[in-house]
Each structure stands twice: as C-alpha cells, then as structure tokens.
Nanobody
Framework: QVQLVESGGGLGQPGGSLRLSCAAS????????MSWYRRAPGKEREFIAG????????NYADSVKDRFTISRDHATKTLYLQMNSLKPEDTALYYC?????????WGQGTQVTVSS
C-alpha cells in the first residue's frame, strides 16, 4: 500500500533552515510527480512545491519561491524540502503528497514552528 512518512520538522529560528524528508513506499516513486503542501493554523491547506518524475522540473508557490527547494532521490525513494530563510508565517503542518491512479495520498505531516 502507498505510504508517505514525513520527518524533519521541529522548531526553527527566523532566518534559519530546516530540511524535511518524506519516505515513500508502495508505489513506483520514480514515475510519480511529488508535492509538498502545508496547513497553517486556521488556514486552508496550500500547495508549496512540486517536482515531476523525469526531468525533475520544479514549481513553487510565490510565498516560498527562492527560499525553499524541493528535490528527490530515486535510489532511496525520498522526497526532500530544504527550507531556508524561515519566517514565522512558515509555521504549519507540512505534508508530502502524490497521486497514484485516481487517488491522492498524503502523509501524516510534520510540524514546523518558526519562532525566536
């Protein structure tokens, strides 16, 4: 079965960095586009970054562009999100996601809190 397990969240300092990981299993990871989303307190879940399967083309929400970098390692079936220049408004529960067939899959999320 498809499993997505996020890790790497925690407390970050404003201006600091964190790196999130998403371990994938149960599907052909190298063939599927992958994405990161987040849900801040009191807000809707929002797309923040995506990466396709072959050329690894990426796209980002304006709110994180030039600060966050999405990447993937096909050998370890792991998706990453490098988060730099953190801001308090980056505080949220971060999820990785993929679509297999007609179903969307989500991990359980990893909490990121940015505070001094």
């Amino acid at each position: 079965q498809v499993q997505l397990v996020e890790s790497g969240g925690g407390l970050g300092q404003p201006g600091g960095s964190l790196r999130l990981s998403c371990a994938a299993s149960g599907f052909a990871f190298s063939l599927r586009p992958m994405s990161w989303y987040r849900r801040a307190p009191g807000k809707e879940r929002e797309f923040i970054a995506g990466i396709d399967s072959f050329r690894a083309d990426t796209n980002y929400a304006d709110s994180v562009k030039d600060r966050f970098t999405i990447s993937r390692d096909h050998a370890t079936k792991t998706l990453y999100l490098q988060m730099n220049s953190l801001k308090p408004e980056d505080t949220a529960l971060y999820y990785c996601s993929t679509t297999v067939g007609v179903l969307n899959y989500w991990g359980q999320g990893t909490q990121v809190t940015v505070s001094s």
